[in-house]
C-alpha cells in the first residue's frame, strides 16, 4: 500500500508543483534569464505537460483532473513568457 502512495506521488508531483514553478522562474528578473534557467523552466514545463496531459486523459478522479489541467496551463503559460521574451 505504501508503494502505491509512493507511485501516485511521484505520478502527480510534476504536473502539481512543476508548471507553477517553472511559471515563477519566469516571473523573476525576466530580462536576465540565464541559459541555465532557461533550461530548467523548459525541463519543468515538459515535465508537466506530459504529466498533466495523462492525469487529463485517463480515466480518474476530479481532483487529479484539476491538477492536469493546473499542469498543462502552467506549463504551457512557462513556454510561452520564456520563448516571447
Known amino acids: 500500500m505504501e508503494s502505491l502512495a509512493l507511485l501516485v506521488t511521484i505520478l502527480v508531483s510534476p504536473a502539481f508543483f512543476g508548471g507553477p514553478i517553472a511559471f515563477l522562474l519566469t516571473l523573476l ?14 525541463m519543468l514545463s515538459a ?3 506530459l504529466s498533466g496531459g495523462m492525469l487529463i486523459f485517463q480515466n480518474v478522479s476530479r481532483g487529479a ?3 492536469g489541467i493546473n499542469g498543462l496551463v502552467f506549463g504551457f503559460l512557462a513556454i510561452l513568457r520564456i520563448r516571447n521574451r
Open 47 to 49: 515535465l508537466s505537460l
Open 29 to 42: 528578473r525576466r530580462e536576465q534569464i540565464s541559459n541555465f534557467r532557461r533550461v530548467v523552466i523548459y
Open 65 to 67: 483532473l484539476l491538477i
